[in-house]
Nanobody, 120 residues
């Protein structure tokens, strides 16, 4: 019903920048996307929220990324980007795009993930 394709991961040095992009393809009518966001999962750890942007434009960020990462969304194109600046080794993880729909019912959709490695 909603397919997500992520791009933009890779290897970057500490202090560097990357931009992740996610495009949502909706295959049936009547789907209402509320929130779009990014989560990440480091080796041996749980998947955690990085940033989310809702239909009204409100955003939430994990404390560890505030001031360094910025989420943005194109509502017409159903895309969500994550601009990552001042990257740290602890930002290394697989980043997953997430979409939350509210119609026809509440559903969660996930992308396959894109690896971000911050290392010198």
């Amino acid at each position: 019903q909603v397919q997500l394709v992520e791009s933009g991961g890779g290897l970057v040095q500490p202090g560097g920048s990357l931009r992740l992009s996610c495009a949502a393809s909706v295959s049936i009518s009547g789907i209402n996307i509320n929130a779009m966001g990014w989560y990440r999962q480091a080796p041996g750890k749980e998947r955690d929220l990085v940033a989310v942007i809702r239909s009204g434009g409100t955003t939430d960020y994990a404390e560890s990324v505030k001031g360094r990462l910025t989420i943005s969304r194109d509502y017409a194109k159903n895309t969500v980007d994550l601009q990552m600046n001042s990257l740290k080794p602890e930002d290394t993880a697989v980043y997953y795009c997430n979409v939350l729909t509210i119609a026809p019912r509440v559903m969660n959709f996930w992308g396959k993930g894109t690896l971000v490695t911050v290392s010198s």
